[in-house]
T-cell receptor
Framework: GESVGLHLPTLSVQEGDNSIINCAYS??????FIWYKQESGKGPQFIID?????DKRQGQRVTVLLNKTVKHLSLQIAATQPGDSAVYFC????????????FGKGTLLTVNP | ETGVTQSPTHLIKTRGQQVTLRCSSQ?????VSWYQQALGQGPQFIFQ???????GRGNFPPRFSGLQFPNYSSELNVNALELDDSALYLC?????????????FGPGTRLLVL
C-alpha cells in the first residue's frame, strides 16, 4: 500500500540556521507532492509543491528536493525564524488516485531564539 | 488566509449522536475534500466532492457522509458518533486542472465526543 513517512518526528534548530525536514514515500507512482505547515490550532497551510517531473523547486526561503530514485523528499528552510515553528507535513497524490492527498505523521520544528 | 471557512470551530457531542460540519470553499473552487486529523497524526482523507457528487472516498464507514451544494459549499455528516471520532475535521478546496490539484485547507472543526 502507499504511505508517506517522515524520518524525524522532531527537529530543533537555532534561529538563523537552515532547517532540513525529510520525507520518504513508498508509492513509486506518486506524481505530485506538497509540503504543508500546520501551526497549533490551525489547518495545514500550503508551503510549496513539486511535480514528479522535477527534482528541485524553490520558493521564498524554502526549497523542495525530490529524489525519485530513493523515493525521498526534503524541505529546506533558509534562515529559520521563530515563526517557522510548526508541524510540517509532506503529502503525496497520484499513483492511481487523482483526488486524495496522503499525509505522513509530520515533523515538529522548534526554532530556538 | 486561504479563503476556506468552516463552522463551527468547536463542538462537543455524546456518543451515539449525529453531527453536521460545514465548509465554504475558496471562491471559484469547485472541489471540496474532507479530512480527519486525530491528535498527533497527519490528516486522513475521508472523501471528496466535485460538482455536487462524491468523487472518491477513503477508508471511512458509511456513517460518514457528505453533501456539496451548487455554490460548492459542503457538509460532512457523521452518524452514531463514537469516541474515536474525536478529531480535527478539515476541509480543503481546490480547482482541478492540468494534473495538479493544490488543496487549500480551512482552519478545521474540533470535535470532541464524550
Amino acid at each position: 500500500g502507499e504511505s508517506v513517512g517522515l524520518h524525524l518526528p522532531t527537529l530543533s534548530v537555532q534561529e538563523g540556521d537552515n532547517s532540513i525536514i525529510n520525507c520518504a514515500y513508498s508509492n513509486s507512482a506518486s506524481d505530485y507532492f506538497i509540503w504543508y505547515k500546520q501551526e497549533s490550532g490551525k489547518g495545514p497551510q500550503f508551503i510549496i509543491d513539486i511535480r514528479s517531473n522535477m527534482d528541485k523547486r524553490q520558493g521564498q526561503r524554502v526549497t523542495v528536493l525530490l529524489n525519485k530514485t530513493v523515493k525521498h523528499l526534503s524541505l529546506q528552510i533558509a534562515a529559520t525564524q521563530p515563526g517557522d515553528s510548526a508541524v510540517y507535513f509532506c503529502a503525496e497524490k497520484g499513483g492511481g488516485s487523482n483526488y486524495k492527498l496522503t499525509f505522513g505523521k509530520g515533523t515538529l520544528l522548534t526554532v530556538n531564539p | 488566509e486561504t479563503g476556506v471557512t468552516q463552522s463551527p470551530t468547536h463542538l462537543i457531542k455524546t456518543r451515539g449522536q449525529q453531527v453536521t460540519l460545514r465548509c465554504s470553499s475558496q471562491s471559484g473552487h469547485n472541489t471540496v475534500s474532507w479530512y480527519q486529523q486525530a491528535l498527533g497524526q497527519g490528516p486522513q482523507f475521508i472523501f471528496q466532492y466535485y460538482r455536487e457528487e462524491e468523487n472518491g472516498r477513503g477508508n471511512f464507514p458509511p456513517r460518514f457522509s457528505g453533501l456539496q451544494f451548487p455554490n460548492y459549499s459542503s457538509e460532512l455528516n457523521v452518524n452514531a458518533l463514537e469516541l474515536d471520532d474525536s478529531a480535527l475535521y478539515l476541509c480543503a478546496s481546490s480547482l482541478p486542472g492540468d494534473g495538479v490539484e493544490t488543496q487549500y485547507f480551512g482552519p478545521g472543526t474540533r470535535l470532541l465526543v464524550l
